[in-house]
């Protein structure tokens, strides 16, 4: 059955109690800036989340699954609506100064946008270039057309922070679009697969995760989210433990830009673990499926390939022969092939494929340009399938609540910071400070969140603990890192979350 993105018309249905005092004068705020900047009331509101990732990092795009959470900092977009004569214009503004006001217009139906610009008005841009393919496809009646807007936009995800604002901004965007145009039961799926269509309009080649769990979240849960054969996003429910379970997620407050650094960080993984995959594929003589991956293959397609050769089947994603493979996989047969830890040079790995190396950047990296000397083939393919061994095992302690269950998932979080650090190396030196400190001062499991190179932590901490931990990264990481900071700025710096609601639209009457 189709489930719809909820349209809730008080804010108790979309933020937790606590949530409520400082969310309910921030919504006035935004309709009051509206009303003054446009001369007449908002008639909606969209609104989608940040996410933070509690495991399975860099797994998404090799389409494993992954156990995101929604949080409650999100993106508000207030929205009134008006015929077009003509063109449709679109006016935004923010309701802070330093996002300057921007006026574009669609241009037969579709809208331009130059990603080669950080510009903040290009996530709208693509949200709305993404609904309106949508509006086509759906044929509505002969003669309507976009509407012109107005809107106003309010965001408390840090942008750059590993909480993923730009697929709050993109989600929130697309969805605004979408119901400003009529369509007012947008399907969840839908909306998540054009949220990441538009998120590649904005510039970056995004996996899938971040949309999904802004779009899926559920209060009070986790979200195990799976891609293949089709994206799926089931709710998990914490356990009760005691003390009773938090997550602190703390800011390293470094930047990562991904639009400068993605050839030798974000895109470069992509690429490599995609190389591992065509390589395996021909040392066992299978042919990869065309799958959804960002290059078309992944390490999901060969394992399930594999296996089907062997066996006659794939194994069921949810069963513990799938865990089997994940471990023979990285143990043995990553371990066989990869035999260099050195890395591959282009010349090897082409060999490695049986293709010239003009071919082979050709068909791995003319759509994402990458930068590297040599692949390190062997640790992104065995980070990959242990990691996605981690998640499954994540998920059977959150089932079935063993003895030392927060111990337990604290070492899985460990132990995928470590896989991170040293075979994805994705981490930097202040994130490896920030998991030291935390789990000096009791946390049972730190690690980096979303892409890494800087931006969020997440720490898996008993209730007893909090204030402790919170304590220690104050007095030592950010006082001592940043002396200039106020109070103000640490504070926003380290959040006590709880898993929030996903997207949502507020009609204002
Ligand atoms: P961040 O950088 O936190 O938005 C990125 C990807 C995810 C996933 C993680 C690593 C985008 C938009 N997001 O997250 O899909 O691959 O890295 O697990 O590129
Ligand atoms: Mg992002």
Redesign the pocket.
Known sequence: MADSVPVYKDLASIYSEDALPTQKPRWEHLLAKFEQKYQRKAEFVSRSPGRV?IIG?????NLYS?LPMAITADMLIAVATSPAEGEATIRISNVLEKFKDRTFQIKGGDVEIDASELEWSNYLKAGLKAALQLLQSKNLPAGQKPVSLDIMVDGTVPAGG?L?S??AFVCASTLAAIYANGLHQVDKIELTDLAIVS?RFAG???????QAASVFGVKNHALNISFTPSLKAKAVAFPKTTPALTFIIANTLVTAD?HTTAPVN?NLRVVETALAAEILAKKYGLTLPQDKGPLGISLRGFHDAYYTKKNGKAADPNSEEFDDQLQELCQKIVTETFTNEEGYTHEETAKLLGISVDEMSKRFMSRFPVKAEKFLLHQRAFHTFAEALRVKKFLAICETTPSETLERLGGLMNASQISLRRRFHCSCTEIDLLTAIALEHGAYGSRLT??GWG?CTVHLVGEDKVEAVKKAMVEEYYKKKFPKLTDAEIEEAIVVTKPGGGACVWPAS
């Open positions: 990732n990092e860099h797994v998404d795009y992954v590993g993923s730009s697929a998120e970056v080649n995004a996996g899938g995760m971040d991904k974000y979303g892409a931006g």
